[in-house]
C-alpha cells in the first residue's frame, strides 16, 4: 500500500485507492475461503466507500475515477473478484431455491440451514441465525433479472424498473438508470408519449390480421383466374397466414428480449418484410406463388401480435396496464372484420389484385412512420446503449448491465439460442401457458371459423353482393369494440376489488373471475348465428349472433393476455408467443374444417357443438385456474429460475476454468 501510495498526487486519490484495494482483496480472499454473511457485509461496506467516494457522474464510469491510479494487473484481479462474488452468490441461490422447493414438499428437515450468501440482500439478522423458514426464506429471496421471474409469484420484476441499481454499490462498473425517477425508464415517460408507442404498436399489429382475412371475399375470382377448383385449397390460400403465426412467434419474437436487438428494430424489419410479401400475392401468377407468399408475409406480420404485448409490459406496471391492452387488442380482432368489409366493394368494382394493392398501401404508410417515429422501449436494449455510449465516452470498456450479469451466455449467438428457445420451453413445461392458451386456442379458432362462413351464407344463401356481404361482419366489429370497452371496466373493478380483499397484494389470477362469463357469453352466440343461419332468419339475427360472440370473445383475449404479461413480465413477448402457438394452430385448423363440419352436421347443429365445446371449457377450466392456477404458476416459475441460475453456474464453473488455465 506504501507504494501505491506513493504514486498519487493527492489525498483523496490515495483514500479512494485503499478502498478499491479493500474491496479486491476482500473479494479475492473471498474466492478462496466460505462465502459467510461477515465477509458479506465486508464487501458491501468497502464498495460502499468506493462508491461514495467517486460518485455516479457521466464520467464516474471512466477508470481513473473507480479505480484511482491502480495498476491494471490489481484492476484485472478486483474484476475478477467481483465477478466471481457475483456469480458465487447465484449459484448459491440456486442451492437456496432447491433446499426451498425441498420444503415445500417436505422432503427436507424443517430445520434446513442455509446460509445467506447474498452480497446485496441485507437481511438485518445476526451470523448465527441461519435457520429459516420457507416464509422466511420466499420474503428474503431476490429475483431473477434474466429470467423475467419472481419466485414470489409477485407481478412486478424489480429488475424491469430498478435495473440493477441496489447492485452498484458491488459492483462500480454496473451501468444502470440514474435514479429511480430516470425520464430514460419507459416505465417513467409521460403519459402522452406512452399512448403514442401503443398507438404504433396497435397499427403495426393491425396490418397481419387484416392480410389473414382480406382476400376471403375476393377467393371466388382468384380460384377462377388460378383455376382452383378444391374448396380445400382456397381455403388453404385463406388460412395459410394463420398457420405462419404458430410458427414466427417461436422464431422472430424471442428476438425483441434479446438485448442485441430490443422491440424496435424486431418491429420494424418485420412490418417491412411483411409489405414486400403482401405486395408479392399483388403480382402473384398462380396458387403456388399466392400461398409461399402468404405464408412468409404472415411469418414476419405475426411479429407485432406478439411483441406488443412486451412493449405494454415495458411502458406500464400491473396497476395501469390494462386500458393500455384493452386499447392494443382491438387490432388482432378488428383486423380480420375490417378487411373484409373494405375488399367486398373493391372485388365488386375492381380485380382482385386491388384488394393487395390496397394493403400494401396501408402496410407501407405503417412501415415508413413506425421506422421514422417509433422508439425502443425494451430496458435491456436500452441500458445497453447506454452502456455503449459510456464506454467510448469513458474509455472504460468493461462497463456493463445487470442483464449481462446474470445472463449466462456472453456470446451474441448464444443469447440468440436463449432467447429463441425460451417460448418453446415455455410451451412445453409451464401449465397455465399450456391451459390458457388451449382455451384462448378454441376461442379463436371459433371466431375464425365464422369468419369464413360470412361469403357463403350471406353471398349465396341470403343472395347478398359483395359488397353487402362485406358489411354483414361490421356486427362483429361493433360486438368487438363494445367489449373492449365493457370488459375493460369489468376486469380493472374485479382485479382491484380482489387486491383490496387480499390486503393489497395483486395476483395474475385476479384477472381470471371474467373468463367464466366469456365461456357462457361465447357458448350463446354461436347458438345464436347457428340457428338464426339453419332457419334463414332475418339478416340481423345472424349479425347479433356473432356481436354476442364479439362481445364475449374479447373477455377470454384480454384477460388471457393480461394474466400471461401480469406473470412474467420481462419475458412477456416470449409467454404470449407460446400461447399464440395453439391460438394459430386451431385458427389455421378450423376454417379447413368448416365445410365438412357443416355439410355433416349443417350450420345449427354445427353450432350447437361448438358452443357446447365453448361451454364445457369456459366455465370449470377458468374457475379451477383461479383456484390452483398460483400454486401452478409459482411451481413453474421456481423451476425457471433453478434453471437459469444452474446455467449461471456453470457459467462461474468456466470462467473459473478458463482462469487456472
Same mark, same amino acid.
Given at each position: #500500500?506504501?507504494?501505491?501510495?506513493?504514486?498519487?498526487?493527492?489525498?483523496?486519490?490515495?483514500?479512494?485507492?485503499?478502498?478499491?484495494?479493500?474491496?479486491?482483496?476482500?473479494?479475492?480472499?473471498?474466492?478462496?475461503?466460505?462465502?459467510?454473511?461477515?465477509?458479506?457485509?465486508?464487501?458491501?461496506?468497502?464498495?460502499?466507500?468506493?462508491?461514495?467516494?467517486?460518485?455516479?457522474?457521466?464520467?464516474?464510469?471512466?477508470?481513473?475515477?473507480?479505480?484511482?491510479? !491502480?495498476?491494471?494487473?490489481?484492476?484485472?484481479?478486483?474484476?475478477?473478484?467481483?465477478?466471481?462474488?457475483?456469480?458465487?452468490?447465484?449459484?448459491?441461490?440456486?442451492?437456496?431455491?432447491?433446499?426451498?422447493?425441498?420444503? $415445500?414438499?417436505?422432503?427436507?428437515? @424443517?430445520?434446513?440451514?442455509?446460509?445467506?450468501?447474498?452480497?446485496?440482500?441485507?437481511?438485518?439478522?445476526?451470523?448465527?441465525?441461519?435457520?429459516?423458514?420457507?416464509?422466511?426464506?420466499?420474503?428474503?429471496?431476490?429475483?431473477?433479472?434474466?429470467?423475467?421471474?419472481?419466485?414470489?409469484?409477485?407481478?412486478?420484476?424489480?429488475?424491469?424498473?430498478?435495473?440493477?441499481?441496489?447492485?452498484? @454499490?458491488?459492483?462500480?462498473?454496473?451501468?444502470?438508470?440514474?435514479?429511480?425517477?430516470?425520464?430514460?425508464?419507459?416505465?417513467?415517460?409521460?403519459?402522452?408519449?406512452?399512448?403514442?408507442?401503443?398507438?404504433?404498436?396497435?397499427?403495426?399489429?393491425?396490418?397481419?390480421?387484416?392480410?389473414?382475412?382480406?382476400?376471403?371475399?375476393? =377467393?371466388?375470382?382468384?380460384?377462377?383466374?388460378?383455376?382452383?377448383?378444391?374448396?380445400?385449397?382456397?381455403?388453404?390460400?385463406?388460412?395459410?397466414?394463420?398457420?405462419?403465426?404458430?410458427? /414466427?412467434?417461436?422464431?422472430?419474437?424471442?428476438?425483441?428480449?434479446?438485448?442485441?436487438?430490443?422491440?424496435?428494430?424486431?418491429?420494424?424489419?418485420?412490418?417491412? !418484410?411483411?409489405?414486400?410479401?403482401?405486395?408479392?400475392?399483388?403480382?402473384?401468377?398462380?396458387?403456388?406463388?399466392?400461398?409461399?407468399?402468404?405464408?412468409?408475409?404472415?411469418?414476419?406480420?405475426?411479429?407485432?401480435?406478439?411483441?406488443?404485448?412486451?412493449?405494454?409490459?415495458?411502458?406500464?406496471?400491473?396497476?395501469?396496464?390494462?386500458?393500455?391492452?384493452?386499447?392494443?387488442?382491438?387490432?388482432?380482432?378488428?383486423?380480420?372484420?375490417?378487411?373484409?368489409?373494405?375488399?367486398?366493394?373493391?372485388?365488386?368494382? #375492381?380485380?382482385?389484385?386491388?384488394?393487395?394493392?390496397?394493403?400494401?398501401?396501408?402496410?407501407?404508410?405503417?412501415?415508413?412512420?413506425?421506422?421514422?417515429?417509433?422508439?425502443?422501449?425494451?430496458?435491456?436494449?436500452?441500458?445497453?446503449?447506454?452502456?455503449?455510449?459510456?464506454?467510448?465516452?469513458?474509455?472504460?470498456?468493461?462497463?456493463?448491465?445487470?442483464?449481462?450479469?446474470?445472463?449466462?451466455?456472453?456470446?451474441?449467438?448464444?443469447?440468440?439460442?436463449?432467447?429463441?428457445?425460451?417460448?418453446?420451453?415455455?410451451?412445453?413445461?409451464?401449465?397455465?401457458?399450456?391451459?390458457?392458451?388451449?382455451? #384462448?386456442?378454441?376461442?379463436? /379458432?371459433?371466431?375464425?371459423?365464422?369468419?369464413?362462413?360470412?361469403?357463403?351464407?350471406?353471398?349465396?344463401?341470403?343472395?347478398?353482393?359483395?359488397?353487402?356481404?362485406?358489411? =354483414?361482419?361490421?356486427?362483429?366489429?361493433?360486438?368487438?369494440?363494445?367489449?373492449?370497452?365493457?370488459?375493460?371496466?369489468?376486469?380493472?373493478?374485479?382485479?382491484? $376489488?380482489?387486491?383490496?380483499?387480499?390486503?393489497?397484494?395483486?395476483?395474475?389470477?385476479?384477472?381470471?373471475?371474467?373468463?367464466?362469463?366469456?365461456?357462457?357469453?361465447?357458448?350463446?352466440?354461436?347458438?345464436?348465428?347457428?340457428?338464426?343461419?339453419?332457419?334463414?332468419?332475418?339478416?340481423? #339475427?345472424?349479425?347479433?349472433?356473432?356481436?354476442?360472440?364479439?362481445?364475449?370473445?374479447?373477455?377470454?383475449?384480454?384477460?388471457?393476455?393480461?394474466?400471461?404479461?401480469?406473470?412474467?413480465?420481462?419475458?412477456?413477448?416470449?409467454?404470449?408467443?407460446?400461447?399464440?402457438?395453439?391460438?394459430?394452430?386451431?385458427?389455421?385448423?378450423?376454417?379447413?374444417?368448416?365445410?365438412?363440419?357443416?355439410?355433416?352436421?349443417?350450420?345449427?347443429?354445427?353450432?350447437?357443438?361448438?358452443?357446447?365445446?365453448?361451454?364445457?371449457?369456459?366455465?370449470?377450466?377458468?374457475?379451477?385456474?383461479?383456484?390452483?392456477?398460483?400454486?401452478?404458476?409459482?411451481?413453474?416459475?421456481?423451476?425457471?429460475?433453478?434453471?437459469?441460475?444452474?446455467?449461471?453456474?456453470?457459467?462461474?464453473?468456466?470462467?473459473?476454468?478458463?482462469?487456472?488455465?
Amino acid at each position: #500500500m506504501s507504494q501505491s501510495g506513493s504514486r498519487r498526487s493527492s489525498l483523496k486519490q490515495e483514500s479512494t485507492s485503499e478502498s478499491v484495494f479493500s474491496a479486491s482483496s476482500t473479494m479475492e480472499n473471498m474466492a478462496v475461503q466460505p462465502y459467510t454473511e461477515s465477509a458479506t457485509a465486508q464487501l458491501m461496506r468497502t464498495a460502499t466507500a468506493v462508491s461514495g467516494a467517486t460518485g455516479r457522474s457521466a464520467t464516474g464510469y471512466s477508470l481513473h475515477e473507480i479505480y484511482g491510479d !491502480m495498476d491494471s494487473a490489481d484492476i484485472e484481479m478486483r474484476r475478477s473478484a467481483t465477478r466471481q462474488s457475483v456469480l458465487s452468490h447465484l449459484a448459491a441461490r440456486t442451492q437456496r431455491l432447491e433446499e426451498l422447493e425441498s420444503k $415445500r414438499e417436505g422432503i427436507c428437515d @424443517d430445520n434446513l440451514r442455509i446460509q445467506d450468501d447474498t452480497a446485496h440482500d441485507s437481511l438485518n439478522r445476526s451470523d448465527d441465525d441461519s435457520t429459516l423458514s420457507v416464509g422466511d426464506l420466499e420474503k428474503q429471496l431476490p429475483q431473477n433479472p434474466q429470467s423475467g421471474v419472481d419466485i414470489r409469484g409477485e407481478t412486478e420484476l424489480a429488475a424491469v424498473t430498478d435495473a440493477g441499481r441496489d447492485l452498484q @454499490d458491488i459492483d462500480p462498473e454496473l451501468v444502470s438508470w440514474e435514479s429511480e425517477d430516470d425520464v430514460n425508464n419507459p416505465r417513467n415517460w409521460c403519459r402522452s408519449s406512452k399512448c403514442f408507442i401503443v398507438g404504433f404498436v396497435s397499427f403495426y399489429t393491425l396490418v397481419s390480421p387484416m392480410s389473414s382475412s382480406i382476400p376471403s371475399p375476393a =377467393m371466388d375470382s382468384i380460384s377462377k383466374e388460378f383455376g382452383i377448383t378444391s374448396h380445400v385449397v382456397s381455403s388453404l390460400v385463406v388460412s395459410i397466414q394463420i398457420l405462419a403465426w404458430a410458427v /414466427g412467434p417461436l422464431i422472430i419474437a424471442p428476438l425483441s428480449e434479446n438485448e442485441n436487438f430490443g422491440r424496435k428494430i424486431v418491429l420494424d424489419v418485420s412490418v417491412w !418484410m411483411a409489405f414486400f410479401f403482401n405486395l408479392g400475392c399483388a403480382f402473384a401468377q398462380n396458387t403456388a406463388q399466392m400461398i409461399v407468399f402468404r405464408f412468409v408475409g404472415g411469418l414476419f406480420g405475426s411479429t407485432p401480435i406478439n411483441v406488443g404485448a412486451g412493449v405494454i409490459a415495458d411502458l406500464y406496471d400491473a396497476r395501469h396496464r390494462n386500458v393500455a391492452l384493452a386499447g392494443f387488442s382491438l387490432a388482432p380482432v378488428l383486423g380480420p372484420v375490417i378487411a373484409p368489409v373494405i375488399a367486398g366493394f373493391l372485388v365488386e368494382n #375492381m380485380h382482385w389484385r386491388w384488394v393487395f394493392y390496397v394493403l400494401c398501401i396501408f402496410n407501407g404508410a405503417v412501415a415508413v412512420l413506425g421506422t421514422l417515429f417509433y422508439r425502443e422501449t425494451y430496458a435491456p436494449k436500452l441500458l445497453r446503449d447506454k452502456t455503449i455510449a459510456l464506454r467510448k465516452a469513458t474509455g472504460n470498456y468493461n462497463l456493463h448491465t445487470v442483464y449481462q450479469i446474470t445472463s449466462s451466455e456472453t456470446t451474441f449467438w448464444g443469447n440468440m439460442r436463449l432467447t429463441m428457445t425460451r417460448p418453446l420451453k415455455l410451451l412445453c413445461t409451464h401449465p397455465m401457458i399450456i391451459g390458457l392458451g388451449s382455451f #384462448m386456442a378454441f376461442a379463436y /379458432g371459433f371466431m375464425y371459423l365464422m369468419i369464413v362462413t360470412f361469403p357463403t351464407i350471406f353471398g349465396q344463401d341470403y343472395g347478398f353482393s359483395k359488397g353487402i356481404t362485406g358489411l =354483414m361482419y361490421v356486427p362483429m366489429g361493433v360486438g368487438f369494440t363494445l367489449g373492449v370497452i365493457f370488459w375493460t371496466y369489468m376486469i380493472d373493478v374485479v382485479y382491484h $376489488r380482489l387486491t383490496a380483499r387480499n390486503g393489497g397484494e395483486a395476483k395474475p389470477e385476479f384477472r381470471l373471475p371474467c373468463l367464466c362469463l366469456s365461456g357462457i357469453g361465447i357458448s350463446i352466440g354461436l347458438f345464436w348465428y347457428g340457428w338464426s343461419v339453419q332457419k334463414k332468419l332475418h339478416w340481423i #339475427m345472424p349479425g347479433l349472433g356473432s356481436a354476442i360472440f364479439a362481445f364475449s370473445f374479447i373477455a377470454t383475449f384480454q384477460t388471457i393476455q393480461n394474466y400471461l404479461i401480469d406473470m412474467n413480465p420481462l419475458t412477456s413477448a416470449s409467454s404470449v408467443a407460446s400461447a399464440a402457438v395453439f391460438r394459430s394452430l386451431l385458427g389455421f385448423g378450423m376454417p379447413l374444417a368448416a365445410q365438412p363440419l357443416y355439410q355433416r352436421l349443417t350450420y345449427g347443429w354445427g353450432n350447437t357443438m361448438l358452443g357446447f365445446i365453448a361451454l364445457v371449457l369456459g366455465v370449470p377450466f377458468p374457475l379451477f385456474c383461479y383456484f390452483k392456477g398460483e400454486s401452478l404458476r409459482n411451481w413453474a416459475n421456481r423451476n425457471l429460475v433453478v434453471s437459469s441460475l444452474q446455467r449461471e453456474k456453470a457459467q462461474l464453473q468456466q470462467l473459473q476454468t478458463a482462469k487456472n488455465h
